[in-house]
């Protein structure tokens, strides 16, 4: 093979595996066929208000880290991360409230609210989680094993009994915290996987427990102020981003990639491409060999709102999560419809960096999720649904305390599942790629090479270790590896 590189759209897993495949010696030139490089951590600006698109906090900072210091570079001398502590609010219709907080202290104090012994509580959770946490990403998280034999003949056995696969993650938080205000709010992440805390692995428990123990963070000027520096970065190695450049197809022949066709029916000969394009999307653009027919379980789609406020909307948090009653019966709704008693996340970024807006204005992201765009047969007409949805977040902001009319709205950009899809690929609007269902994690995800077109790699949410900036920028190091692996073999 070749040490030419192509890679198909610069989010962070493509950015992240060109850096990584720059410093093996590799000739890199990425795709992009939108203006901003990021992918779903993109940015919109209007009339002095800066917005992030996607992601809207950083945990497990070490990754970056990692990643800056792999090219021989500090990443503080690029970007500054500062901490969130609180770091999320949790509300519900009721008028209960958890704060969650890196200080064991507090945090235990608002636990008290609802769980007696709750110092005693905590402190069992986060022992056992500390260790399935670190066993995890010691000898799992980042496997290129093919086979499910190979990711666990390695792994101490002791270890994997004690990873809380055989139980819900409902069930395994219910081991420490009987109120169901607590179970609720610490499996409420099982949305962003795609499934619920009452079906997915109590394995993935750990991730409330990444955002308690290492804390939340915020680069000043907004996540995409993270993406420039990562950007920035891959320039200087010598990687190549050309923007504006769809690309149409990846072109096959005799099993092997022999190059991409972009939008303008340029050919791009080349024997190695990375697609940083959800692993179904990718396979659409195929041009030249079939695919076997998958069936892919995908995360749920999402509603986003970017508001310019004119004011800030009373002591709403920099992140806050509302929460229905019966959290049971919305995910079940959500698997064909908005759910009656709507969940969503708020992002009230000048909380922490006011220089996102401007003097004495406010920028508010909400995250409301939805079906699928396959699974939301019900829905017909989505801008009904997104002013029944604004409406519906209005009232339950107000229920709270946190008034926000349409006339304090000076700026508003809306995006559907439909938009998601079509600015950044996302295969059936999914926001957060493959589903981490048990059939989709380790081995059984879409692994980051093709199993049957050679020269043919993946990077990002859908492929190997999963949703998320930390794991995608993960993804890079792991995909990099792999064609280096290859190359020299």
Request: hydrophobic letters at 40%; a positive charge; charged letters at 20%.
């Amino acid at each position: 093979m070749s040490k030419a590189v192509v890679i198909v759209g610069a989010g962070l897993g493509g950015l992240s595996a060109a850096m990584h495949l720059r410093m093996k010696g590799f000739e890199v030139t990425v795709y992009e066929k939108n203006a901003l490089v990021g992918g779903r951590a993109n940015r919109i600006e209007d009339r002095g208000f800066r917005f992030d698109t996607g992601p809207s906090l950083v945990n497990y900072p070490w990754v970056f880290e990692e990643l800056f210091s792999a090219t021989g570079a500090q990443m503080r001398d690029y970007v500054e991360l500062l901490p969130l502590d609180p770091s999320v609010v949790f509300y519900w219709r009721d008028g209960a409230h958890l704060t969650l907080s890196a200080d064991f202290d507090r945090m235990a104090r608002d636990l008290s609210k609802f769980e007696h012994a709750a110092h005693v509580q905590l402190a069992r959770w986060l022992a056992t989680t500390q260790e399935r946490f670190r066993f995890t990403f010691a000898h799992l998280v980042t496997s290129n094993a093919e086979t499910v034999f190979q990711w666990i003949r390695p792994v101490p056995k002791r270890g994997l009994v004690r990873l809380g696969i055989t139980r819900s993650l409902d069930s395994e938080l219910g081991r420490y915290f009987r109120s169901p205000y607590v179970r609720a709010a610490l499996g409420s992440y099982a949305m962003y996987l795609g499934g619920s805390p009452y079906e997915l692995p109590g394995t993935f428990s750990i991730l409330p427990f990444g955002e308690l123990y290492y804390g939340l963070w915020y680069p000043r000027g907004g996540i995409y102020a993270l993406v420039e520096a990562i950007y920035r970065r891959a320039q200087e190695l010598g990687v190549r981003v050309i923007t504006n450049t769809p690309v149409r197809s990846i072109q096959v022949r005799d099993g092997r990639v022999t190059g991409i066709e972009l939008s303008n029916e340029t050919f791009v000969p080349c024997e190695i491409v990375v697609s940083n394009v959800d692993v179904p999307t990718t396979h659409r653009m195929l041009e030249g060999a079939s695919i076997p027919r998958y069936r892919w379980t995908m995360t749920p789609g999402v509603i986003t709102f970017y508001w310019g406020l004119k004011h800030k909307p009373g002591e709403l948090h920099h992140h806050a999560i509302f929460l229905p009653a019966d959290m049971r019966r919305a995910f079940d709704q959500l698997r064909t419809n908005i759910p009656e008693d709507l969940p969503f996340y708020t992002c009230l970024a000048t909380a922490t960096d006011p220089s996102l807006a401007p003097t004495g204005h406010h920028t508010m992201f909400v995250l409301v999720p939805t079906p699928t765009l396959s699974n939301a047969r019900m829905i017909s007409d989505w801008s009904a649904v997104v002013d029944s949805v604004r409406t519906r977040v209005f009232e339950r902001l107000a229920h709270h305390g946190f008034s926000i009319a349409q006339s304090d709205i000076v700026v508003e950009h809306v995006w559907t599942p439909i938009e998601w899809k079509e600015r950044f690929g996302l295969y059936d609007g999914s926001a957060f790629g493959l589903s981490h269902a048990l059939r989709h994690i380790g081995p059984l995800r879409a692994p980051n090479r093709d199993p049957n077109i050679q020269g043919l790699y993946y990077v990002g949410a859908s492929t190997t270790p999963g949703t998320g900036m930390p794991m995608v920028v993960l993804s890079g190091r792991m995909t990099a590896e792999r064609i280096s692996n290859d190359v020299r073999g």
